[in-house]
Nanobody
Framework: QVQPLESGGGSVAAGGSLRLSCDVS??????AGWFRQAEGKEREAVAT???????SYSDSVKGRFAVYRNAAKNTLYLQMGSLKPEDSGIYYC??????????????????????WGQGTQVTVSS
């Protein structure tokens, strides 16, 4: 099945850093980003990037996380810093071919023609 492929999850102590990567070379997309789901909580948008490199972030990660991609636009990254235990969860790479702006993907989530990766676990210990 064609879908984004995440890597880079793991365990880290609070205050540490991690970088997630996502191979989006197999999909055609306009916007992409990262969502997460903590245990017992609903899935939420974390950071998204639009066709023109505009970005959107949740208030809880603003200033600590950065979403970006390589020049070829076939790899998406999420650089996470000053990690907190509440950042723990499964992080999903997402992409959508029809939502061009980061804010659209952030608010609407991928549409019927969009993609979700299988997710990668991030655990932050206190």
């Amino acid at each position: 099945q064609v879908q984004p492929l995440e890597s880079g999850g793991g365990s880290v102590a609070a205050g540490g850093s991690l970088r997630l990567s996502c191979d989006v070379s197999r999909v055609v997309y306009a916007s992409a980003g990262w969502f997460r789901q903590a245990e017992g909580k609903e899935r939420e948008a974390v950071a998204t990037i639009g066709m023109n490199d505009d970005t959107s972030y949740s208030d809880s990660v603003k200033g600590r996380f950065a979403v970006y991609r390589n020049a070829a636009k076939n790899t998406l990254y999420l650089q996470m810093g000053s990690l907190k235990p509440e950042d723990s969860g499964i992080y999903y790479c997402v992409a959508d071919p029809e939502l061009a702006e980061s804010r659209e993907l952030f608010i609407l989530s991928p549409g019927p023609h969009g993609w979700w990766g299988q997710g990668t676990q991030v655990t932050v210990s206190s």
